[in-house]
């Protein structure tokens, strides 16, 4: 079931698709972790969610690429969902890792710049691509195209 795809493609938590669906947020959990849920159950996600109850069954959720969402998409989240077809997981947490360390050694690099020339080039390379980690991150979070859970801090 593509339950959780669903609420987290919605930016919803659990407790808001329950208060939605007027649903236990115990009763989501469950449903999320595989288990049965009833027809009843089934009726109040799908109305919430605005899907039908044959899309909440299915298994597997593949994007349409015809749609006009997918069209409005920036080329570079394109590759990025590409990317986690392919399996290769995009987590937040690595491109989370990737931004502190390119922090990290940029300004390192940046204060041996002072002394050599050439890690001033290195340390501003480095900054700008935890820049571009930090935009990484915050698409990410604006698409839901993470595989992990989303952290609150950054």
């Not at 390119?102 to 300004?107: A, E, I, K």
């Not at 595989?147 to 950054?154: A, W």
Request: hydrophobic share 45%; proline share 1%; net charge positive.
């Amino acid at each position: 079931m593509i339950l959780k795809q669903l609420r987290i493609g919605r930016h919803l938590s659990q407790e808001q698709l329950a208060q939605m669906s007027g649903l236990n947020v115990r009763t989501i959990q469950r449903i999320e972790s595989g288990q049965n849920a009833s027809l009843e159950s089934l009726k109040c996600l799908a109305s919430a969610l605005e899907v039908d109850i044959e899309t909440l069954n299915q298994e597997n959720f593949a994007m349409n690429t015809n749609t006009v969402g997918w069209q409005n998409l920036p080329f570079w989240l394109k590759c990025w969902f590409f990317l986690n077809f392919l399996s290769v997981r995009t987590r937040r947490s690595v491109a989370r890792r990737i931004y502190v360390l390119s922090h990290v050694c940029g300004f390192t690099f940046c204060a041996l710049g002072l002394v050599y020339e050439a890690s001033l080039v290195g340390g501003l390379i480095l900054l700008a691509n935890a820049y571009l980690f930090a935009l990484l991150i915050s698409q990410g979070d604006k698409y839901g195209i993470w595989y992990d859970p989303v952290e609150t801090t950054m």
